[in-house]
């Protein structure tokens, strides 16, 4: 029946219009940000509608020429299409280049932890049914003078559209970022293509960056705790109505105020943190923070139940899997995992800094996140499909994440207490996450119109007495800045050993003037 499918349109024609099928999310943010019913939010509407189809039409068209790729390349996208369409219905996610970065930086199990049994019916009905429809319609032939033709008017039609209605420009404009990274299936070929080549001008030599000196003798260990997806909203530290903090309320940490991530994304707060530049300029060509200390005699040691650290040349690297660990394990890995045997690798009467990178409050599946005893708030949301929660579910669900990190970070602390005379343990989230408000869910939207639940996040301290007493800390006096960021971070732990250069920048350690 399929084989006499037959309309007069083109093959690459069909394609664009198949392409509509998983539109849906673009044309439901046009919607949200236009006024619908007048005149200028129809032709905006109307605008967005041609362009999806002109320019997949255009590509179409050209990969044309050639059957076999254009097979090819056609059903290819029309299944990823059907994925993405999935994720961005499910999640309201945007495929950007911070999307593409965390599909490939993503580790096993939370990649598996997005998925569902929807995603089949996505797959089956937006992806291999189009698919089917595609190969199996007959066209009729064109030549390619009407090929070149055809591709000549679109164009055309196109920039008459945009000049028509010059007013919808601005918006565009405003929009563009958001635009495309919905218009598929160029999103994801594009932002692949993008952080591709960014990720080639990574690989390169790193750039040593110019040698400090220590003004001060200390022996001191320093606790670097990344945490994950952690936002600052859910800590009762900071003034949350839910008891998350049990532990760290009687523990004398020290919650710095206004902390803002570089990102929304694993991979690039990290090298923001790591970096001397901050969040000012793209610094991964640069030698990061570990490498650099580690290259001026402290000792460095990693140990990750996560992804996305860079590169680094340090004493120790271990995942969870290479923890030397005599606990009885119970198929799942929690964060406390790496304090386990920590006390081996301490270096008594030597700077040290030890890098722990939390799970943390990753999602959609937080209840997986802690053990059973730390499921204190219920009900809890326990599924991938967050829509199918109640606001109640996942909030709580994610708050048992915010109480396990409160233990762990406890536990941290006590470890450095019973192990190091002068020590400091430092947390800060990676960026925060979005549970379900304005329809958005997890991480990664792109940072100019995410949500604040993206961007806000836990910066904490706690300090031994004989580590105030070294840095002259007036705890009256501290914390007292209006605003903090990442940026802080690698100029503080130069300043917790002691360590000065000419890029070295008071103003953004904790440890300095608070005497």
């Known amino acids: 029946m399929l084989k006499n499918f037959r309309f007069n349109i083109t093959k690459p024609f069909l394609y664009s219009l198949l392409t509509l099928c998983t539109s849906y999310p673009l044309f439901t943010f046009a919607c949200k940000n236009i006024a619908v019913f007048s005149l200028s939010g129809v032709i905006i509407l109307f605008e967005c509608l041609f362009i999806q189809i002109i320019i997949v039409y255009i ?24 994925i993405c369409f999935y994720f961005c219905t499910q999640y309201t996610v945007i495929i950007d280049k911070t999307m593409i970065s965390n599909v490939f930086n993503t580790n096993h199990d ?30 009729c032939k064109i030549s390619f003078k009407k090929c070149i033709t055809r591709i000549l008017v679109s164009i055309f039609g196109i920039v008459i559209l ?35 080549l960014e990720k080639h001008f990574k690989n390169q030599k790193i750039e040593l960056i110019s040698n400090g000196y220590f003004d001060k003798k200390f022996n001191n260990v320093v606790i670097l705790v990344i945490g994950e997806s952690a936002r600052r909203n859910n800590f009762s530290l900071y003034g949350y109505d839910k008891k998350t903090n049990p532990y760290l309320e009687k523990d004398g940490v020290f919650a710095m105020p206004n902390t803002q991530s570089c990102t929304t994304y694993t991979t690039g707060s990290i090298e923001c943190m790591l970096s001397h530049l901050g969040s000012s300029k793209k610094s991964a060509k640069y030698e990061n923070l570990p490498s650099y200390i580690y290259r001026h005699g402290i000792d460095v040691i990693l ?16 995942n969870t899997s290479q923890i030397q660990c005599n606990e009885k394990k119970t ?9 386990c045997n920590l006390k081996n690798e301490m270096q008594n009467g030597k700077n040290q ?29 326990k599924t991938t499909d967050l829509q199918k929660c109640t606001q109640e579910e996942l909030i709580n669900a994610y708050d048992n994440t915010i109480l396990y990190t409160d233990y762990f970070l406890h536990k941290t602390i006590e470890f450095l207490k019973q192990n190091a005379k002068s020590s400091a343990l430092i947390y800060i989230s990676d960026h925060g996450e979005s549970l379900g408000e304005y329809n958005i869910y997890l991480h990664g939207t792109p940072y100019s119109i995410a949500p604040k639940f993206q961007k806000e996040i836990p910066f904490l301290v706690w300090m031994s007495e004989d580590f105030k007493k070294q840095h002259n800390i007036n705890a009256k006096k501290f914390a007292q800045n209006k605003d903090y960021s990442q940026d802080y971070i690698f100029h503080s732990v130069m300043g917790a050993f002691g360590m000065k250069s000419e890029f070295y920048r008071q103003e953004l350690d904790i440890f300095s003037n608070h005497d």
């Open 331 to 339: 198929g799942k890995t929690y964060d406390d995992i790496m304090l």
């Open 110 to 139: 939370e990649a598996v932890g997005l998925f569902n049994i929807k995603i089949i019916f996505y797959v089956i009905i937006f992806g291999i049914l189009p698919s089917i429809i595609l190969i199996c319609y007959k066209e």
């Open 353 to 381: 800094l030890i890098i722990l990178h939390q799970s943390g409050s990753h999602g959609p599946l937080y209840h997986e996140k802690y053990p059973q005893q730390f499921e204190h708030f219920t009900p809890v949301c």
């Open 59 to 82: 590509f179409g068209i050209i990969l044309s020429v050639n059957q076999i790729i254009f097979k090819i390349f056609t059903t290819t996208t029309l299944l990823i299409n059907s």
């Open 303 to 318: 140990r990750s139940n996560n992804w996305g650290m860079p590169k680094m040349n340090i004493s120790k690297i271990e």
């Open 162 to 196: 945009l000049f028509v209605n010059s007013k919808s420009w601005l918006w565009i404009d405003k929009n563009a970022k958001h635009l495309g990274g919905l218009i598929m299936p160029f999103s994801y070929i594009g932002n692949t293509s993008r952080y591709i």
